[in-house]
């Protein structure tokens, strides 16, 4: 910590015992260093506040904390020295984080680059906490990470925040780092492997756009106990392709169901029908195959059931992306509102090339 130096000299503060010149010209240097005093003062508590913040992330659980200074910009490129931007508004829908890698005077780069170690398919998870107020928060998993000159996007799904955007312009945060394990030693072709798993609250989108690789050829998706927070809403399913959203007029199929498909949708699977606002349905699976090949289609199996404004509903029906690309990851939305809540689990099952 920096130490206090106006001030302390007690040879230059006034006392009874000096002659009235000596007092005098001790007073005013004394008026004079008590802004110099302030700012010391001032500097130390910050110190102490940082590490009263560092000491609660630690003590939640963090490995370790980084102070930054939170930016509201969503442009990619360097946040600026000792900040931190998110890459949509609200902040729960962010799919990169992009941090400096200098805060507080201080280089952070070996570390920040240690994020993406694991050799899993999600590298750890990231906490944000408002420095002085930890009623505001965000927790993410962060699945990769990209590095541009002077700084690093992080490629990252939000499990849950304590609201949608909780942080503003120039707010002081702590983010925390918890590194994931390793993957343990590869199965037999064919073994099926859990590549994430969350829990999610108030999202616009679920995105796992870079997740799926051409170890696996076969995915199933399990979402259950969600909720929408609109009535009549419906969930949607998007694919991915090089990372982005597939959002072209080349999904087919409407699974079989008590009613037909609500809003007809050709540029995405519509897993539901119209659900009810305030009632969390089961679930659904999905079921892609071909996912890694240029040369087909890519297949979906889709069953689920949901509760729908006047009763339970389930839908069991074969989809399919008609284009010849490798699928790279998935994104699940809402028609209106967010995803109120939900669990989610990603399986992948490896390819079998080669095996027995």
């Excluded at 509903?313 to 509102?337: C, E, H, P, R």
Aim: net charge negative.
């Amino acid at each position: 910590m920096t130490p206090i130096t106006a001030l302390t000299d007690p040879n230059q503060l006034p006392n009874q015992l000096q002659d009235q010149q000596t007092f005098d010209a001790n007073m005013a240097s004394m008026v004079d260093m008590f802004p110099e005093r302030a700012r010391q003062e001032n500097g130390l508590a910050a110190e102490m506040m940082d590490m009263l913040a560092q000491a609660s992330v630690i003590a939640a659980g963090g490995a370790f904390a980084i102070p930054y200074i939170f930016d509201t910009s969503t442009i990619d490129g360097d946040p600026g020295p000792g900040k931190l931007r998110l890459s949509h508004i609200p902040h729960n829908a962010s799919t990169f984080m992009r941090l400096d890698l200098t805060s507080a005077g201080q280089d952070y780069t070996t570390l920040i680059d240690t994020f993406d170690d694991s050799t899993s398919a999600v590298k750890g998870s990231i906490r944000l906490v408002k420095q002085g107020d930890i009623t505001k928060w965000m927790t993410f998993n962060l699945t990769a990470m990209a590095s541009p000159s002077g700084y690093r996007n992080l490629s990252v799904v939000c499990t849950d925040s304590s609201v949608a955007s909780p942080f503003s312009n120039g707010d002081a945060l702590m983010l925390s780092f918890q590194r994931t394990g390793d993957k343990g030693d590869k199965p037999l072709g064919g073994a099926m492997v859990c590549l994430a798993a969350a829990t999610v609250a108030g999202v616009n989108a679920i995105n796992y756009l870079n997740l799926f690789t051409s170890e696996y050829d076969h995915y199933l998706i399990d979402f259950s106990e969600y909720l929408l927070s609109t009535a009549s809403a419906v969930l949607y399913m998007r694919l991915g392709v090089a990372g982005n959203t597939h959002s072209g007029s080349n999904y087919t199929g409407t699974p079989v169901g008590s009613s037909s498909n609500p809003a007809g949708a050709i540029s995405a699977w519509a897993l539901s029908e119209a659900l009810a606002g305030n009632v969390n349905s089961p679930g659904v699976s999905v079921d892609l195959l071909n996912t890694s090949s240029n040369n087909s289609p890519t297949l979906a199996r889709i069953s689920g059931i949901h509760r729908t404004n006047t009763a339970f509903d389930t839908k069991d029906g074969l989809m399919m992306l008609n284009i010849n690309s490798v699928i790279t990851g998935f994104q699940l939305y809402a028609s209106t509102g967010v995803i109120a809540a939900g669990k989610l689990r990603v399986y992948g099952y490896r390819n079998q090339v080669g095996v027995a």
